[in-house]
């Protein structure tokens, strides 16, 4: 019986460790590093975002691989456009919900460019001047 109680006690400070807001560790960046913007900040602090910045970095990372390197230099351009993009948003959730729910769209037609085969490399570029021309309105 006294086995139980510290597993039990170790599994509730787990749990708590994992539930406490701004714990930095499902962010794609370190939410204890000193600079953060505020959207980066609202990110940490929030947990749905910040798996939906984990789930965008994975992606990104997985469709980079399939990317010749102009092609990957291309979309870390566009990731950081993106990324300042966001950081607009400042602390509104709902804003930067809808920034991670448009990064998602377009890489969605990122995958499709991908699985397209010999026409990859035109629907890469229009796909990229689309969501240039989406920014700028």
Known sequence: MPRTVPAGLAAFLGLALLAAPGAG??????????????AETA??????L?????????????????????????LRHWHS???QSR?????????LAGSYRAQSRF??????CLDAGFQRRGCLRNTLNL????VRR
Do not use: K, P, V
């Open 25 to 38: 560790l499902a962010a794609s960046f370190d939410c204890n590093a000193r600079g953060l913007s505020e």
């Open 131 to 134: 969501e240039r021309e989406a």
């Open 87 to 95: 950081d607009h948003c400042g602390t509104d959730r709902g804003c």
């Open 50 to 74: 910040s798996r939906s910045d984990e789930q965008m970095a994975r992606r990104l990372t997985g469709l980079s691989r399939r990317l010749t390197f102009g092609q990957y230099l291309g």
């Open 81 to 83: 456009g993106w990324t």
């Open 43 to 48: 990110i940490c602090r929030d947990a749905q």
């Open 107 to 112: 890489l969605d037609r990122l995958q499709l």
